[in-house]
């Protein structure tokens, strides 16, 4: 059976963060050719800094074994966000994972904003992990706590569960929706009706993917009634 039909397993890769360059189009062929391979997952880690590696000697706690290999100042790391958000709009199934973002070092309700808008924006392939970070030196860069982290980051999850965004359906009530959500289905009506002629003025502008998705097939089956 091919990848993609097995009920058993779901094949991931880990993006490979410091070996892959800096060249936009070559991180993006990257994301295509594992898209076409069948994969069905990519996993991203994060580290906004990286150290001198004295810095964690001094420390007793330099780690290389971390990320298969030595991670310093000089490892060309990606952000893990921008570069999902990009990936995604260079794929259609490919699905994303950060493992993990290190939550404790970055303001919680940004982070929330942030992680919706890649999930509307790439149609629900996002899954977000996140977790503490063992580099006290990324914690020294961005001034917050590092001995703290554990105890706020439990903290931040709970307000990241209050803060989840629920995207509504296009079968709830249109007294419920927005206006552009109300474009809609106006032109949904106006096919309906056997309009000859409708005036698309931006009707899915409100909408994220899969609603927008959902519209235009709603729209083209009332065509073909």
């Known amino acids: ?3 993609r039909s097995s009920t058993l397993f779901k094949y991931g890769l880990v993006f490979p963060q410091t070996s892959l360059g800096t060249d936009p189009i070559a991180i993006r ?3 295509q050719a594992t898209e076409g391979a069948g994969f069905e997952n990519m996993l991203l880690y994060d580290h906004v800094t ?3 590696p004295s ?3 001094e420390a007793g706690s330099f780690r290389p074994e971390n990320s298969g290999r030595t991670y310093t100042y000089e490892a060309a790391f990606h952000e893990p966000l921008t570069t999902i958000a990009w990936l995604a709009a260079s794929t259609s199934t490919l699905n994303f994972v950060t493992s993990v973002l290190v939550l404790p070092m970055r303001q919680t309700v940004l982070v929330a ?3 919706a808008q890649i999930d509307l924006l790439s149609g629900g ?3 977000f992990l996140v977790g503490p970070s063992w580099n006290f030196t990324e914690y020294e860069a961005l001034g917050t706590d590092f001995e703290t982290r554990g105890d706020r980051m439990e903290e931040q999850i709970d307000v990241l569960r209050e803060l989840a965004v629920n995207l509504p359906s296009v ?3 249109v007294s419920t929706l927005s206006g552009g959500q109300r474009q809609s289905v106006a032109v949904a009506r106006s096919v309906m009706w056997n309009s000859k002629v409708v005036l698309l003025d931006e009707p899915c502008a409100a909408l994220g993917v899969a609603q927008t998705r959902q519209v235009l097939d709603l729209i083209k089956r009332l065509r073909e009634q």
């Open 55 to 57: 810095r964690f000697e």
């Open 171 to 173: 079968r709830n009530p």
């Open 113 to 115: 904003k942030q992680v």
């Open 1 to 3: 059976r091919s990848r």
């Open 29 to 31: 062929e990257f994301a």
């Open 50 to 52: 990286g150290a001198h």
């Open 125 to 127: 392939r996002f899954t």
